[in-house]
């Protein structure tokens, strides 16, 4: 009889957790400030207080390291390519996978401004007004048919008084726990394949790249 409580309990938790919401605020401009939020606790995270500094620190931090050490195995840089790639190769599973939580991703706020300054190149900065507008209205709408956007607030302008670009505003996201994981899940076979795909090729292009001539002889 006590395992059924246990049971109960243990479920009820479950389910507690999958549908406490979870989020991040940020907010932008001349200071960039952002809090996560999980349920009813928030945790500021930018700006980070300053800290004292440390009197003393550690010898080893001190010591340079020996030379002849091991090499660390770093993650390969990707280029505009590589990153045109990954976006064409997850776009797709990802729609899929936020269309299946029913709009379970809340965006609110959603609140920028874009000054564009025009005072050096008044037509540079027409034209970019008109592509940035022109890729609003062609986003937004898809955007809206997948997320929960209940009040979006997206204002540009051109200033041709100065020449300064200014972008500011708050935009808050918010997700269910559950809803988090399934979209992981739905996100994660695909983006394991890209990522072998890439660091294969990339192994493959350092392995054909020539090597670089040593210093001639003294």
Wanted: aromatic share 6%; net charge positive; glycine share 10%.
């Amino acid at each position: 009889m006590i395992w059924r409580w246990v049971l109960g309990i243990l479920i009820f938790l479950l389910v507690l957790v999958l549908w406490t919401r979870a989020g991040v605020l940020i907010a932008f401009g001349d200071l960039v400030t952002l809090d996560v939020r999980i349920g009813p606790f928030r945790l500021h995270i930018l700006p980070q207080r300053e800290k004292p500094p440390k009197k003393q620190r550690k010898e080893a931090e001190k010591l340079p390291e020996p030379a002849g050490g091991k090499k660390k195995r770093t993650f390969p840089k990707p280029d505009l390519a590589d990153i045109k790639d990954a976006v064409q190769a997850l776009l797709p599973p990802l729609k899929r996978a936020l269309g299946r939580t029913r709009r379970g991703i809340r965006v609110d706020p959603l609140c920028v401004s874009l000054q564009i300054g025009g005072a050096e190149d008044p037509a540079g900065a027409a034209s970019l007004y008109g592509e940035v507008n022109g890729g609003i209205w062609a986003f937004m709408p898809a955007l809206e048919q997948i997320l929960d956007i209940p009040s979006p607030h997206i204002h540009t302008e051109v200033d041709f008084e100065t020449e300064k670009t200014r972008l500011q505003g708050s935009a808050g996201v918010s997700i269910r726990i559950g809803t988090a994981l399934a979209v992981g899940v739905g996100i994660a076979v695909p983006a394991l394949r890209w990522l072998f795909r890439y660091m294969k090729q990339k192994r493959k292009q350092q392995r054909s790249a020539p090597e670089p001539s040593g210093a001639g002889a003294a």
